[in-house]
């Protein structure tokens, strides 16, 4: 499960276009397409209408947004949380903005007032990594 995936649906879903996610999350509309066709994929079925106007969610993208939604608020909360106790990583731990590396090491503390999933960054948030390989 990749939550970019979630939150570009959510994103082109309020948009009602892909271009205009892709534009707004820092993605090509073809890799905004291919996001939206690999979640599809994991979950079985369709989840987007596309028409000539834009997109549209089906009946099972509709169902799905909710909990969907719920994820996605459910992984800021956590990394508020994170953020609030002051964590600071240890030896081989890994911070990692979504997109990229933030911090590695035990030398550097976890800033202060991080901004939540969905902060500034496209893509926002970010998540631990103990075992230091950036696996999931």
């Not at 690999?38 to 997109?55: N, W």
């Not at 590396?101 to 030398?107: F, I, K, P, Q, S």
């Amino acid at each position: 499960m990749n939550i970019k995936k979630y939150e570009a649906f959510i994103r082109a879903v309020e948009l009602g276009s892909l271009s205009k996610a892709a534009e707004e999350l820092g993605y090509t509309q073809s890799g905004i397409s291919h996001m939206m066709q690999s979640l599809e994929e994991e979950v079985g079925f369709p989840l987007l209408v596309r028409t000539s106007s834009g997109i549209l969610p089906n009946a099972e993208g509709e169902t799905l947004l909710p909990a969907i939604r719920r994820l996605l608020r459910t992984n800021d909360a956590l990394a508020q949380t994170i953020a609030q106790i002051g964590f600071r990583p240890g030896p081989g731990d890994r911070l990692f903005q979504r997109g990229g590396l933030l911090a590695a090491g035990g030398d550097l503390p976890f800033p202060a007032g991080f901004p939540p999933c969905g902060g500034d960054a496209p893509g926002g948030g970010w998540r631990y990594d103990r075992r230091g390989d950036g696996g999931p």
